[in-house]
């Protein structure tokens, strides 16, 4: 692969000089029709980038196929399968400290931590809480499993 670069390297100028218009001035019609000419440099550059893509051309073929588990290699993410029969349920519960009655609504979230999840809490005063609690249902009425952290497996 060095030798070819080294190759491409001296034979483009080579050939960029080839392909340059006659400049005797006898001829006003260029050799490209009625469009000037490119100059010598931009000959240049687009016979480099023509032997640039032909070696990149050469190294794909060359190369072995991606294997199954190449996505993450590539950058392209792979495909994650949604269950459409789960759901994120939202709870919104607003609390004043000055009713104990305002209070008791909480006893239904916060005894099941294993079920609802306390996402965010706010004061938008000094005496109220805006509770917000989630949880995963599923949508075709049977319950989900129970997960146990400490549980060996």
Not at 84 to 99: A, C, G, I, P, Q
Not at 131 to 152: E, K, N, Y
Request: aromatic share 6%; with cysteine.
């Amino acid at each position: 692969m060095a030798g070819l670069m080294r190759y491409l390297s001296l034979a483009l100028p080579l050939l960029a000089s080839c392909l340059t218009a006659p400049t005797d001035g006898a001829s006003g019609a260029s050799p490209m029709g009625s469009a000037s000419a490119p100059s010598v440099t931009e000959q240049a550059a687009l016979l480099r980038l023509q032997a640039q893509q032909q070696a990149n051309a050469a190294a794909a073929a060359t190369r072995p196929p991606p294997a199954a588990g190449a996505a993450e290699a590539t950058g392209t993410a792979p495909e994650v399968p949604v269950d459409r029969n789960r759901k994120l349920e939202t709870v919104d519960v607003f609390t004043d400290l000055m009713y104990p009655a305002s209070q008791k609504q909480l006893a239904a979230y916060l005894m099941k931590p294993e079920e609802w999840m306390i996402v965010r809490v706010d004061m938008p005063s000094p005496t109220t809480r805006w509770w917000r609690f989630q949880r995963v249902a599923r949508t075709d009425g049977t319950s989900l499993p129970d997960v146990d952290p400490l549980r060996r497996r």
